[in-house]
C-alpha cells in the first residue's frame, strides 16, 4: 500500500489560461497556480473535466502537469488526470507524472465506447498491476462507463496502487454504498466527491474531500465548508453549502461546461482567456448576462465588483428551504437520463 499518506481535502479541478492565440498561458497558468495554494485549497487536479482535458494533446496535458508540478514545488499534492485513449498510453502517463514527483493520477474509465463493468475492471486492473504511481478511479457516468460498487470492490482489494476513487455521480447512497463495500478492507482508501452541489452531505457520510470545480473560483468557501463539516459546525457549514449549490448552478446549468466557470474566474481577477470551443454569436450574448449574474453573486460575498448599473435586491438569492428540493431535483434529472 501507499505510504505517501491518505488523499484528502478538497484538491482543486483547475481551468487552464489561454492566450489570444488559444495556447497554454503559461505565466497565468503558475500564477493561477500560486492563487489558488494561497488562498487555502488541499491540492490540485489538472487535466480533469474543468480543465478540459480532451481539448489538449498529449504532449499538452503533460506540459500542464509539468507547469504546475514546478509552480507547486510541494506546497500541496497534485492529483494529475492521466487518462488516455488506451491503457498503454495511459500508464505511460502515470510513468512521466510519477517522475516530476506527482502525488497521485485520476483515471476516467474508458469513454465514447460504452463497456461493461467486466471490461471497466479489466482495463483498471491492468492499469493498476503495471503504475508505478498511485491510481484514483474517476467516476462520471454522464460521460464515461461508470464504475459499479462490486468493480471497486474487486480493484481495491486486488491493486494496492489503486487508492481512491472520485465520483461524479453526485449519487449519495451510491457513495456510501462504496464505502461501506471498501472501508473494512481498505481503511487507508479515499472517497472524494466532485458533486460539489452536495460536499457537505458527502462529507457527513464518510467522504475524505472532493474535486470540486467551484474551489477553483471561490476556494475561500470550499475550504471553509470543509473545515466547518470536519468539525462539526453543521449550522455554520449548511449557509455555505447553501450559498455553494447557487453558484454551482449558475455555473454549471447556465452555459455549456466548463464556460460558466471560465466567466467567473475572470470576475477573480485570473485571465482565463477564451475557450478553444468556438462561439457562436447567441452564446457570446449569453455569456455577457451570465457574466452579470456570476458578478452579483460573486459581490456578495466580496468576491467582485458589482456590475455596472448594479444589482437587483437579492439577485439569485436561493431560499434555504428550497436547497434540498434542487439537490434532489438535480439527481431526478440525471437519474431520468440515465446518467446516475
Known amino acids: 500500500m501507499s505510504t505517501a499518506g491518505k488523499l484528502q481535502g478538497i484538491f482543486t479541478p483547475n481551468i487552464v489560461p489561454l492566450d489570444a492565440h488559444g495556447e497554454i498561458n503559461e505565466p497565468e497558468l ?38 504546475m508540478a514546478d509552480q507547486t514545488r510541494d506546497r500541496v499534492p497534485i492529483l494529475a488526470g492521466a487518462a ?39 482495463y483498471f486492473k491492468e492499469i493498476g498491476e503495471n503504475t508505478p504511481i498511485d491510481v484514483t478511479l474517476y467516476n462520471i457516468p454522464m460521460f464515461a462507463s461508470p464504475i459499479d460498487v462490486p468493480t471497486v470492490q474487486r480493484l481495491s482489494e486486488q491493486c494496492e496502487r ?17 464505502i461501506q463495500a471498501v472501508r473494512p478492507n481498505r481503511p487507508d482508501f479515499s472517497f472524494l466527491t466532485g458533486w460539489d452541489a452536495a460536499l457537505m452531505p458527502m462529507l457527513l457520510v464518510g467522504c475524505d474531500g472532493g474535486t470540486n470545480a467551484t474551489s477553483g473560483i471561490v476556494p475561500e468557501i470550499t475550504r471553509k465548508l470543509y473545515d466547518l463539516t470536519l468539525a462539526h459546525e453543521i449550522e455554520k457549514a449548511r449557509e455555505l453549502q447553501y450559498k455553494l449549490v447557487t453558484l454551482f448552478d449558475t455555473m454549471l446549468y447556465s452555459a455549456d461546461f466548463p464556460e460558466g466557470f471560465r466567466a467567473a474566474l475572470k470576475l477573480r481577477g485570473i485571465d482565463a482567456g477564451e ?66
Open 275 to 340: 475557450s478553444r470551443q468556438p462561439y457562436s454569436t447567441d452564446q457570446h450574448l449569453k455569456m455577457e448576462t451570465i457574466s452579470r449574474t456570476l458578478a452579483c453573486l460573486l459581490s456578495e460575498e466580496g468576491f467582485a465588483d458589482q456590475p455596472v448599473g448594479g444589482c437587483p435586491v437579492g439577485a439569485e438569492r436561493i431560499d434555504p428551504e428550497q436547497v434540498g428540493r434542487i439537490v434532489q431535483g438535480v439527481l431526478a434529472e440525471l437519474k431520468q437520463r440515465g446518467l446516475a
Open 84 to 122: 488516455e485513449a488506451n491503457t498503454r498510453e495511459t500508464i505511460s502517463a502515470c510513468e512521466y507524472y510519477h517522475s516530476l514527483g506527482v502525488r497521485a493520477v485520476a483515471i476516467v474509465s474508458p469513454f465514447y465506447y460504452k463497456l461493461s463493468p467486466s471490461a471497466v475492471y479489466a
Open 30 to 67: 503558475r500564477r493561477y497556480t500560486d492563487w489558488l495554494i494561497e488562498r487555502g485549497v488541499h491540492g490540485l487536479y489538472p487535466n480533469g473535466s474543468t480543465g478540459e482535458f480532451t481539448r489538449f494533446t498529449p504532449e499538452e496535458r503533460r506540459r500542464i502537469i509539468a507547469i
Open 162 to 178: 489503486i487508492v481512491a476513487i472520485k465520483d461524479s455521480s453526485g449519487d449519495l447512497p451510491h457513495m456510501i454504498r462504496m
